[in-house]
């Protein structure tokens, strides 16, 4: 975690990544959130599953 509110450059690379400067913003490699609700990432974490198997949050039931 970072706090982009006290430092510039954490600020600058989270616009440079996301595209916006609000918060929170979510990055893990590839994957970006940016100015989510819970709602709104786990939506996104849904059409991704190889990013959920790299967190380690994959539902290992298949069948749903």
Do not use: C
Not at 20 to 45: G, R
Request: no cysteine; aromatic share 8%; glycine share 4%.
């Amino acid at each position: 975690m970072r706090d982009v509110d006290r430092s510039y450059p954490h600020l600058k690379r989270m616009v440079e990544v996301s595209g916006q400067s609000l918060t929170p913003t979510f990055e893990w490699d590839d994957f970006v959130v940016p100015d989510f609700s819970i709602d709104e990432l786990l939506d996104e974490l849904h059409e991704r599953p190889d990013v959920q198997m790299r967190l380690g949050i994959a539902d290992d039931n298949p069948t749903g």
